[in-house]
């Protein structure tokens, strides 16, 4: 199984349930609506959609089930892009090859249309289209919530600001948060829709957490000439980063290790964290 397959397998559903999540861009107010779709299409390589899916497979579920936690998390995804390319936060020009949201239409519209992505996020789990029951629903609700808040994304980020470099524990801790919530949030909220057990889901988000910081390890690896925010690249140098990176994949796939062949797409994304080039 070719992760870049798979990921471009999943991709028409996934464009598609996200473009029915969001109000259309010429229906008022148009300048939100259009600012809110700016940097979701073109999108970027949805990884996290495509984890969301695998992870319904992984169970023996059905991946459509998993479709509202697929477009509920890429658009938290999003917000926090379009948030975190502000002038008070990255003061970012560019994001996914196109000028940021701030700088396409102005700062004011960029914050509110990151409020209205994250928002969106949640009417999309809870109402997208799918066989998932409510119960499942509120629990992925429960769980995204605290990935994207002060005890995941917005806490690790916080700490990122603040952070004057610290040692590995310190950095990795705010890639747990900042990077891997999200990322495990995709895992298990995916398999939560399609029915997976709370054993599972458990091993599934334990997963996410180690491969989400190897992802953040080698996208520090990819970048590493930038020298903003935290990073273990800096820390302990290439070398080790990448050790690291692959300890931390080995761990992620061990954690999964019971689920047999139908994880496989599952198991090449999670390769893929570690040796994507882009
Ligand atoms: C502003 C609340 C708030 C949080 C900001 C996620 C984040 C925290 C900042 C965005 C920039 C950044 C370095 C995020 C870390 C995770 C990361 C490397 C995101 C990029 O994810 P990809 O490579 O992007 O999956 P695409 O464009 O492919 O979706």
């Known amino acids: 199984m070719d992760a870049q397959d798979y990921l471009a397998a999943c991709l028409p559903r996934v464009e598609q349930a996200l473009d029915a999540a969001l109000p259309r861009a010429d229906a008022p107010p148009a300048r939100l609506h259009a600012a809110m779709r700016h940097l979701i299409f073109p999108g970027g390589k949805r990884l996290r959609p495509a984890l969301a899916l695998a992870a319904a497979e992984a169970v023996g579920g059905d991946a459509s089930a998993a479709l509202p936690a697929a477009v509920a998390v890429e658009l938290v995804h999003v917000y926090s892009l379009v948030h975190d390319d502000l002038p008070c936060m990255d003061d970012d020009v560019e994001r996914r090859g196109r ?26 789990l809870v109402s997208g289209a799918g066989p998932a029951d409510a119960a499942a629903r509120v629990l992925a609700v429960r769980d995204l919530a ?13 700490d990122d600001l603040a ?37 599972q889901i458990a091993a599934l988000h334990a997963a996410g957490v180690a491969a989400g910081i190897a992802f953040q390890i080698t996208d520090d690896l990819l970048d590493a000439d930038e020298d903003e925010g935290t990073s273990l690249v800096r820390a302990i140098g290439e070398a080790a980063a990448r050790e690291r990176a692959q300890a931390l994949l080995d761990h992620a796939l061990a954690q999964i290790a019971g689920l047999g062949a139908r994880a496989e797409p599952l198991r090449a994304l999670l390769r893929f964290v570690v040796s994507r080039k882009l």
């Open 146 to 158: 605290r990935a994207a808040g002060a005890a995941g994304l917005v806490g690790g980020q916080v």
């Open 99 to 124: 000028p940021t949201v701030h700088i396409a239409f102005d700062e004011s519209t960029a914050v509110l249309a990151g409020d209205a992505l994250l928002t969106a996020a949640f009417e999309a």
């Open 163 to 199: 952070s004057a470099g610290g040692g590995a524990a310190e950095i990795e801790s705010v890639h747990a948060r900042k990077t891997a919530a999200l990322i495990a949030a995709a895992i298990s909220a995916g398999a939560r829709l399609a029915g997976a057990s709370e054993t």
